[in-house]
C-alpha cells in the first residue's frame, strides 16, 4: 500500500515539475516574443515621431541664403512636432523676406550713389575737354561737381539713419512729442510760406520714450514729406495727444491723390508715387533734402518699428495723406 502511494506520489511530482517546465518554457516564448514585438513597435513608433525632427535638421543644414524658399510643409496631425515646423517655416518666410528687400535695398542704393558719380565724371570730363576754358566756365563746372557731391553726402547720411532706426534701440529715455512737434514746425514756417503752405500744428500733451534724436528724425521727416508733397494753397496739420495708452502724432496734409493700394508701398525705401511725390522740394532741413531719394517715409517706418510705435498711414479725402505714429507712453516725464 505504501509502495503505491510512494509511485502515486512520484507520478503526480513528475507531471507538475513537467507542467511547470512547460509553462516556464511557454512564458519565457511569450516574454521573448512580446519584448521582439515591442521593440519593433518602439522602432517603427520612434521612427515615425522622429521622422519630422530629421526632416527639420536636414533641412536646417542644407538651406542657405540662396535656397531660403524652401519650406518643411510637414504632414500629420496637428501636434507639437507640426507646430515646431510651421513655426520653422514661418521663420524661414520673414527670413527670405528680409534677405529680398536686402537686396533690394543694396541694389538701389547702388543705383541711386551711381546717379550723382556719373555725373561728378561727365561734369569734370566736359570741364577738361573745353579747348579753352574760362574762369566762369571752370567755376560753373566746380559748383556742379559740389552739388553733385552734396547729393552724395545727403543719400548716404539719410542711409545711416534709416540703418540706425531698423538696428532698434539700446536704451530708451522719456521725451516730450509735443515739444519736438513745437521745435520743428517752427524750423519749418519759412520753407513751407515758400511753397504757400500752412502748418496748423495742435500740440497736446504727450509723453513717450526712446531716442530723441530718432524721434526727432521722425516727426521731422513727416513733416518734411507733408510739405514737399504738398500743393499751393495747402495745408498741413500736426497733432499731437495721448489716447488708448499711446502717444499719438497726426500729420495729415493736402496734395494730389494717392491710391490706398499704393499707401504702403511709400514707406519701402527707395520708393516714390508717380511724378507727383518725386519733387524737388525746398531747401528745407537736412532730413527733407533726403526725401528727394524715397527714403523719408521708410525712415519714419525704421524709426516707428524700433520705438514699438505703431504705424498707419491712409490717403486723405480730397487728395494728400495722413499719418499716425502711437508711441508707447512713458513712464516718467522727461526731463
Known amino acids: 500500500m505504501k509502495a503505491l502511494q510512494k509511485d502515486t506520489q512520484r507520478t503526480l511530482d513528475h507531471q507538475r515539475s513537467a507542467m511547470l517546465h512547460t509553462l516556464l518554457v511557454q512564458s519565457g516564448t511569450a516574454l521573448g516574443l512580446m519584448a521582439l514585438a515591442s521593440v519593433l513597435l518602439g522602432w ?12 527639420i535638421a536636414s533641412t536646417a543644414r542644407d538651406i ?9 510643409a510637414l504632414a500629420g496631425p496637428r501636434d507639437e512636432l507640426r507646430e515646431l ?22 541694389a538701389n542704393a547702388s543705383h541711386e550713389l551711381r546717379t550723382p558719380l556719373a555725373r561728378q565724371r561727365v561734369l569734370g570730363q566736359v570741364a577738361l575737354a573745353d579747348p579753352e576754358p574760362t574762369f566762369e ?14 547729393q552724395q553726402e545727403r543719400l548716404i547720411e539719410a542711409l545711416l539713419t534709416l540703418a540706425r532706426g531698423q538696428a532698434g534701440l539700446g536704451e530708451r529715455r522719456p521725451f516730450d512729442l509735443a515739444g519736438l ?38 516727426v521731422a521727416n513727416l513733416l518734411d514729406n507733408a510739405i514737399r508733397y504738398n500743393v499751393p494753397g495747402g495745408q498741413v496739420e500736426v497733432s499731437t495727444g495721448t489716447h488708448d495708452g499711446r502717444a499719438v502724432l497726426t500729420v495729415a496734409n493736402t496734395g494730389s491723390d494717392v491710391p490706398a493700394d499704393a499707401v504702403e508701398r511709400l514707406f519701402l525705401p527707395f ?6 511725390r518725386t519733387g524737388s522740394g525746398g531747401n528745407g532741413a537736412r532730413s527733407q533734402r533726403s526725401q528727394g531719394f524715397g527714403l523719408g517715409l521708410s525712415i519714419v517706418s525704421a524709426i516707428a518699428s524700433a ?10 479725402p480730397g487728395g494728400g495723406l495722413v499719418v499716425t505714429v502711437g508711441f508707447p507712453v512713458a513712464a516718467t516725464q522727461p526731463r
Open 85 to 106: 515646423g510651421d513655426t520653422f517655416d514661418a521663420l524661414l518666410a520673414r527670413l527670405d523676406g528680409s534677405f529680398r528687400a536686402q537686396r533690394q535695398f543694396v
Open 137 to 150: 566756365s571752370l567755376r560753373a563746372a566746380h559748383e556742379r561737381i559740389l552739388a553733385a557731391g552734396q
Open 271 to 276: 520708393q516714390r508715387l508717380g511724378t507727383a
Open 44 to 55: 517603427v513608433v520612434a521612427g515615425r515621431v522622429l521622422r519630422p525632427l530629421r526632416t
Open 181 to 218: 512737434v513745437r521745435d520743428a514746425v517752427a524750423a519749418r514756417t519759412a520753407v513751407a510760406a515758400e511753397q504757400e503752405v500752412a502748418l496748423r500744428p495742435t500740440a497736446g500733451a504727450a509723453v513717450s520714450s526712446g531716442h530723441r534724436a530718432l524721434a526727432e528724425q521722425l
Open 64 to 72: 542657405s541664403a540662396t535656397s531660403l524658399h524652401r519650406r518643411l
Open 307 to 316: 520705438h514699438d510705435a505703431t504705424l498707419t498711414a491712409v490717403p486723405r
